[in-house]
C-alpha cells in the first residue's frame, strides 16, 4: 500500500535532528562486525549511507574504519559533524553517491534505506562498492516481545514500531547482489519516561502529525509509564532489537 507522507516524512527529520542526536540509540557492535563480516577480505573504507546525525557513523568509527558519511539533510549533517569530527561527511542521497565507481568495501544504512528509491539505490551502491563488497541496512526498533513493551508500542501505532516496510526489505533482489542475509540482535538503551518520550518524539510519523495527535498519543504513552511498574520510577533499561540485513556484492 502506497504512504501519501512518505516523501514528507522522510525529509522531516531535520527538524529534529538535535534531539535525535540525543535520544536515538546507537547500535551494538556485534551487529556492525557481522555485517562487516559479510565481504571479501577485510573491509577498510566504509561508507554509512543517509547517515543522519551519525549513530552508526560512530560505531563504524570506534572499530578503526576509514568512513565517509553521506547525508542530505544539512541540519543532521552538522549533529553528525559534532558526534564523529573525524568522518568525512558529504551531501548526498542513497541514489546519486558522491564517491568514485568501486571506491569502499562496506555500505551501511542505519534506519534508512526504507526511505530509499531502493532498486534505483541498490544499483548506484553496487556502482561504489567493489566486488566482494557488502552491503548492510540495519534498522534499530523496540522488542515488542517483551510484554510491557508490546502494550507501550501499541499506544503509538505505527509512529513506535519498526518501519513498515522493512519486511518486504529482506526479499528485494538486485543483478548485482547475492540474496540478503539477516540477523538480529538484542540491546537495550538506558532512558527514563521522559527521555523515552523524546524518543518517540523523533519518529517520523510523530513529526509529520497534526500536533493535537501527536500530543495526545504522547500523553496515552506518559500515563503508561507512570503507571508501569518497570518504567514509572528513575531509569529503566528499554529493550531493543537490531535487525540487520547483508548482501555480498558479485
Known amino acids: 500500500m502506497s504512504d501519501p507522507t512518505h516523501a514528507q516524512r522522510a525529509s522531516s527529520f531535520g527538524s529534529r535532528a538535535a534531539a ?91 534506519q534508512a534505506f526504507h526511505w530509499f528509491d531502493v532498486p534505483a539505490a541498490m544499483t548506484e551502491i553496487a556502482r561504489v562498492l567493489r566486488p566482494g563488497g557488502v552491503l548492510v541496512p540495519m534498522w534499530n526498533y523496540e522488542d515488542d516481545s517483551v510484554p510491557w513493551v508490546e502494550q ?7 509512529g513506535a514500531r519498526k518501519p513498515a516496510r522493512t519486511d518486504d526489505l529482506r526479499e528485494m533482489a538486485h543483478p548485482e547482489f547475492a540474496a540478503f542475509e539477516s540477523d538480529r540482535f538484542r540491546h537495550v538503551q538506558r532512558r527514563t519516561a521522559e527521555s523515552l518520550l523524546e524518543t518517540i518524539g523523533t519518529y517520523s510519523m510523530v513529526i509529520v502529525s497534526a500536533p493535537d495527535e501527536s500530543s495526545a498519543m504522547l500523553t496515552r504513552m506518559r500515563e503508561f509509564l507512570s503507571a508501569n511498574p518497570a518504567t514509572a520510577d528513575g531509569e529503566f533499561d528499554l529493550p531493543l532489537i537490531t535487525w540487520a540485513l547483508r548482501a555480498r556484492r558479485r
Open 152 to 158: 507501550f508500542t501499541s499506544l503509538g501505532r505505527d
Open 20 to 110: 535525535y542526536a540525543e535520544h536515538r540509540p546507537g547500535y551494538p557492535r556485534e551487529a556492525i562486525e557481522w555485517g562487516l563480516s559479510g565481504a571479501t577480505g577485510t573491509p577498510r573504507r566504509v561508507l554509512d549511507l543517509g547517515a543522519g546525525t551519525g549513530k552508526l557513523t560512530l560505531g563504524l568509527a570506534e572499530l578503526g574504519l576509514d568512513v565517509t558519511a553521506v547525508e542530505p539533510d544539512p541540519e543532521m549533517r552538522a549533529e553528525l559533524a559534532r558526534t564523529v569530527p573525524g568522518a568525512a561527511s558529504l551531501e548526498g542521497r542513497a541514489e546519486r553517491i558522491p564517491l568514485p565507481d568501486a571506491g569502499v568495501d562496506a555500505v551501511f544504512v542505519g
